[in-house]
């Protein structure tokens, strides 16, 4: 393909303005080489720009229009050029290699903690603009590849800020007395010591205390005991920006829809919040009785 555009290229070097778009940087280098040789002056732009260039030139000029818009599909570098470009750095994003805490994926992404929920929505209205999937990581303790794709957008929700009365990120659901709002980033650890402080308890959840309970829910994760479900199964509500930007709430009572996003993997836009039903906590009384 590209040699049939330089062939034409070729006949037509008496042309003033050629124009031409490679797919590659080899098809890049033998583009500028050929313009080169003819003595031509190549502009690269980014998609078609004919009619900016085709007045500035005199007669004795003769330019290569270069498209180079294969780079921003293959390039990191490229990609974050416009998308900080487009976000004004507003929140920052940068680019980083990805690892979970087993090292079993390494990804190269362009990484942003969000602060707000208007952060949020910026850098899902604006990558989705740009055509760039989004993931989010918790404390990155799956062991399987569902982070960010290669290049795209992974999301820290740690630092985002509750938009709860008190400014808790975990509270009784107000109107309740066993449902508990929690935000995302909230750890297990604090959850359990939530749980302790208001005699409420979950059935099961995982053992590790430093995963994030809205990753234990998305990765639909167990807990121990034959007779309990999954934590994910006690989920009554969440809340989740989709890539417009939009923050929908979805509850149990939604049915197919809910029980399709409970453990989503991440993949039905980023979780703002979750509310679990919780059971008032049993107290066992244990005797020992020993016989002489
Ligand atoms: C030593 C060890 C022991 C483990 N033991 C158990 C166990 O006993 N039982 C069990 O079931 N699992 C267990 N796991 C697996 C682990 O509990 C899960 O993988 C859990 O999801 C990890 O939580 P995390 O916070 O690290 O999430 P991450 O691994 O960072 O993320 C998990 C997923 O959640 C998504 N996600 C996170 N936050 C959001 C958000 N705000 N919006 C949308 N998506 C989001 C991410 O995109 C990702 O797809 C264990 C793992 C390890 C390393």
Known sequence: ?????????????????????????????????????????????EGSAEDAWAHRISPEEKITIVDISFLKKDDIKWIIHRFKKSIENNPPVWIETFRNWGQTQTIPVIASVPTTLEELKRLLKVASEEKLRVRCAGSGHSWSPIFSDRNNLLIYMENIKSDYEDGSRIRISPGTVNHVDIMTGVTTRQFKDFQLEKKLNIPANVILEVVQMISVVATGCHGVGYDVKAPSDYVVKMRIMNAKGNLKTFQREDNKMFKAIQANFGCFGVIYDMTIELKQQDIVKVENQYQN
């Not at 590209?2 to 890049?28: C, G, Y």
């Open 1 to 45: 393909m590209i040699r049939q555009k330089l062939e034409m290229a070729d006949k037509a070097s008496t042309q003033n303005v050629l124009h031409v778009k490679p797919d590659s940087i080899e098809q890049l280098k033998d583009v500028l080489e050929k313009a080169q040789q003819g003595n031509r002056i190549a502009i690269p732009t």
